[in-house]
């Protein structure tokens, strides 16, 4: 069993930024990445970073250059910095975490960011 818990969303101004934190908790030993999804209001749900086992990291074309992720594997947390935001990246953002060997995607609760002036 595998429990995600976010943490860190909250209501900004234009261009402003937050850190959102995502910590993974019980049977886990090994795993293929983790990641940030969000989905707006009346939109689908989108990938938003990931970064793999290695360490290598993938964006959204839509964040590259202002979102940046990264993990702290002593704790069992990934963050993502968020930066330059803009109104259209709020969203609740869900983190996940996939397990390839085992078909399996654990998924967190949600943490609700809003952009607004």
């Known amino acids: 069993q595998v429990q995600l818990v976010e943490s860190g969303g909250g209501l900004v101004q234009p261009g402003g930024s937050l850190r959102l934190s995502c910590t993974a908790s019980g049977s886990i030993f090994s795993f293929s990445s983790m990641g940030w999804y969000r989905q707006a209001p009346e939109k689908e749900r989108e990938l938003v970073a990931v970064?793999?086992?290695?360490?290598?990291?993938n964006y959204a074309d839509s964040v590259k250059g202002r979102f940046t992720i990264s993990r702290d594997n002593a704790k069992n947390t990934v963050y993502l910095q968020l930066n330059s935001l803009k109104p259209e990246d709020t969203a609740v953002y869900y983190c996940?975490?996939?397990?390839?060997?085992?078909?399996?995607?654990?998924w967190g609760q949600g943490t609700q960011v809003t952009v607004s002036s």
């Open positions: 970064i793999i086992r290695g360490g290598s990291t």
């Open positions: 996940n975490l996939e397990v390839r060997l085992t078909n399996s995607n654990y």
